[in-house]
């Protein structure tokens, strides 16, 4: 275990980001972000950032391809860019988690090249937390706080930062920088997380019965009246991983990209013959269905939600996943 003075983190991340980029979550435009560091920038000061760490892997908007039309000759571009090597600091254990959650939607075969590239490229570097807030509920879903994983997990206690490498890659990257100090891994405090008021969501009820069962549940009707059908919940959302592909025409070729769309969006499942989610209570059922059934059926049981708590702090009619978990479990809002 190797040991970093906390006042000197600034030289950290000199070290870090002379090898090559390096992200960290810090304050921009008043909100808390993965931002390339540059020298003086602090890390924000809040537990976690406002969008996840989600946006390094999978862009909100990223270009696919291109097509140049000339005559009947169709000429594609394949526009990839060779992605440098780079590293993420200050990743919680919901975000690290959230990393395999979508691991296995997109480098199933065939991989999506896109993601598979910056995976590839990523060293993360996570940061157990300490102080967590009310709307945490990661515990609930098996993650150690503490234990946060990555390539290198780090810890702070007292004056200093504690790092650990738990790959190859991790310990590459540790090499790499000055000699540091040995010491033991902080004992940490884990009380704090026993008195979190989401601590006992139980989400293992869904293993319990069919697909069905929570399917034809009477609460999907209620529960989604006062859905706003916004989306904000699924853009913030670390787990997420709905996409559009469209062609825009730029005059001389045609360009293809993806962007984030929502399951909570009435056109998502538009096609020739309308819509096959017709009003809200199906778009919303699909989204809770999707995290706490469809994914664990597919993925042995696992929930398609790391508990960071982001939806229960944006949703403008506080809605979210835990109310969801809990009117499901009772069969009544
Ligand atoms: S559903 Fe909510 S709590 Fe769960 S991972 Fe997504 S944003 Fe976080
Ligand atoms: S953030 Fe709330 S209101 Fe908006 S789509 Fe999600 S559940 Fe509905």
């Given at each position: 275990m190797k040991i970093w003075k906390l006042d000197r983190l600034q030289d950290l991340f000199a070290a870090l980001a002379g090898e090559r980029t390096l992200y960290i979550p810090a304050d921009v435009a008043g909100q808390a972000k993965f931002t390339p560091w540059e020298p003086g920038m602090e890390m924000t000061k809040a537990l976690n950032t406002n969008r996840s760490a989600k946006d390094l892997f999978f862009p909100q908007v990223e270009d696919l391809a291109a097509f140049k039309i000339t005559g009947r000759q169709i000429q594609v571009e394949d526009n990839r860019e060779d992605v440098e090597d780079f590293v993420i600091f200050g990743v919680r254990a919901c975000d690290a988690r959230s990393f395999?959650?979508?691991?296995?939607v997109f480098l199933e075969e065939p991989a999506d090249t896109y993601y598979k590239n910056r995976r590839?490229?990523?060293?993360?570097?996570?940061?157990?937390?300490?102080?967590?807030?009310?709307?945490?509920?990661?515990?609930?879903?098996?993650?150690?706080?503490q234990a946060p994983g990555g390539d290198v997990s780090c810890w702070?206690?007292?004056?200093?930062?504690?790092?650990?490498?738990?790959?190859?890659?991790?310990?590459?990257?540790?090499?790499?920088?000055?000699?540091?100090?040995?010491?033991?891994?902080?004992?940490?405090?884990?009380?704090?997380?026993?008195?979190?008021?989401?601590?006992?969501?139980?989400?293992s009820v869904f293993s319990e019965k069919a697909l069905l069962h929570w399917f034809n549940s009477p609460v999907w009707e209620e529960l989604s009246?006062?859905?706003l059908g916004c989306g904000s919940c699924t853009f913030v959302c670390p787990t997420?991983?709905?996409?559009?592909?469209?062609?825009?025409?730029?005059?001389?070729?045609?360009?293809?990209?993806?962007?984030?769309?929502?399951?909570?969006?009435?056109?998502?499942?538009?096609?020739?013959?309308?819509?096959?989610?017709?009003?809200?209570?199906?778009?919303?059922?699909?989204?809770?269905?999707?995290?706490?059934?469809?994914?664990?059926?597919?993925?042995?049981?696992?929930?398609?939600?790391?508990?960071?708590?982001?939806?229960?702090?944006?949703?403008?009619?506080?809605?979210?996943?835990?109310?969801?978990?809990?009117?499901?479990?009772?069969?009544?809002?």
């Open positions: 395999s959650i979508l691991d296995k590839d490229h990523a060293t993360v570097m996570t940061l157990a937390c300490s102080r967590p807030e009310a709307t945490c509920f990661c515990t609930a879903l098996g993650i150690d706080p702070v206690e007292g004056e200093n930062l504690y790092l650990q490498a738990n790959t190859q890659k991790g310990e590459a990257l540790l090499e790499k920088l000055p000699a540091m100090e040995e010491g033991e891994k902080p004992q940490g405090d884990a009380s704090v997380f026993d008195r979190l008021p989401l601590k006992d969501v139980d989400f009246r006062s859905c997420c991983q709905c996409y559009d592909v469209k062609d825009f025409d730029t005059g001389t070729k045609v360009k293809r990209f993806r962007c984030w769309d929502s399951c909570m969006y009435s056109d998502f499942t538009m096609m020739a013959h309308g819509t096959n989610r017709p009003t809200q209570k199906e778009r919303f059922r699909q989204r809770f269905m999707h995290k706490l059934v469809y994914y664990p059926n597919n993925h042995d049981g696992e929930i398609g939600c790391v508990g960071c708590g982001r939806c229960l702090r944006k949703c403008p009619i506080s809605m979210n996943i835990v109310k969801v978990a809990k009117a499901l479990k009772e069969g009544s809002v």
